[in-house]
């Protein structure tokens, strides 16, 4: 689970376009920042709209940050017809040409939205977050966001309108910068692998205990890691309590709620 508390936006960040973020700061994680306070990053935790109380419906979406296709989950998903959001890298994108035709085989269950050019976190100021160098600033936070969608856009021949940041934090004042650029800030309200960092039976048992509304976020790159097997069996039984699955391509990027 992430670390951190729940605070209040401060003032100057009461925006419309930041209002439907939770902000979750960050507190006690392996980063090294040379930041002030305003810029602390917060993570946006975000849940589906409307989403009934009596019938199980959720978003899962999957980050394929740089590494390796899990066939594990792509395979079982398509088995089980389950649709999914895969949030890919420009970077997985050159390093998984195979991946990405296996996606692309399989446009009705699955769509492809923004990881970023570089995975680089939107994060300003100087140093690192669990060992990636940050951004930096506004500019280099626009370059990679757009880049990143411009991959994305020639290796498919569609446009995302989704984005999720590397690490899932922002900069507060990076947030209302890459919606400008068009783009929906992809949160999630239930991390079910910490960055594919957890045994199978944990990230299974996280995945099953979904409710309604949740924006689940697991990981597609980590092939030979055991939470892919995780994702697998958690997803599978989800569907087996009956569960909606809805891809973020078909909201509006303003619905998603806070957590």
């Known amino acids: 689970m992430?670390?951190?508390?729940?605070?209040?936006?401060?003032?100057?960040?009461?925006?419309?376009?930041?209002?439907?973020?939770?902000?979750?700061?960050?507190?006690?994680?392996?980063?090294s920042l040379s930041l002030t306070q305003n810029d602390r990053p917060i993570e946006p935790h975000m849940r589906l709209p409307n989403a009934p109380a009596d019938r199980l419906t959720v978003a899962?979406?999957?980050?394929?940050?740089?590494?390796?296709?899990?066939?594990?989950?792509?395979?079982?998903?398509?088995?089980?017809r389950i649709p999914a959001t895969i949030f890919i890298t420009g970077v997985w994108l050159r390093?998984?040409?195979n991946g990405l035709a296996f996606l692309l085989a399989h446009r009705d269950l699955f769509a492809i939205e923004n990881h970023g050019e570089w995975h680089t976190p939107p994060v300003l100021g100087v140093g690192q977050m669990f060992g990636i160098p940050i951004a930096g600033n506004l500019a280099a936070i626009q370059r990679e966001?757009?880049?990143?969608?411009a991959s994305i856009a020639a290796a498919t021949g569609a446009?995302?309108?989704?984005?999720?940041?590397?690490?899932?934090?922002?900069?507060?004042?990076?947030?209302?910068?890459?919606?400008?650029?068009?783009?929906g800030i992809a949160g999630y309200s239930l991390n079910a692998d910490a960055g594919a960092s957890l045994p199978a039976h944990s990230v299974a048992h996280r995945i099953a205990a979904a409710t309604s509304g949740d924006v689940i976020v697991a990981h597609i790159n980590q092939p030979t890691r055991p939470s892919g097997a995780g994702v697998v069996a958690g997803i599978l039984e989800l569907q087996?309590?009956?569960?909606?699955?809805?891809?973020?391509?078909?909201?509006?990027t303003t619905q998603?709620?806070?957590?």
């Open 240 to 252: 087996r309590r009956s569960a909606s699955f809805v891809r973020l391509d078909q909201l509006a």
């Open 60 to 80: 899962l979406t999957l980050d394929a940050c740089p590494g390796g296709f899990d066939e594990r989950i792509a395979n079982a998903l398509v088995a089980a």
């Open 145 to 149: 966001v757009q880049q990143g969608a």
């Open 256 to 259: 998603l709620m806070s957590a």
């Open 2 to 31: 992430p670390i951190g508390k729940l605070v209040a936006p401060a003032p100057e960040d009461q925006s419309p376009m930041c209002q439907c973020l939770s902000r979750r700061v960050l507190l006690a994680l392996p980063v």
């Open 95 to 97: 390093q998984n040409p």
């Open 159 to 183: 446009t995302p309108t989704w984005y999720r940041a590397s690490t899932g934090y922002y900069s507060p004042s990076a947030i209302p910068v890459i919606q400008q650029l068009g783009f």
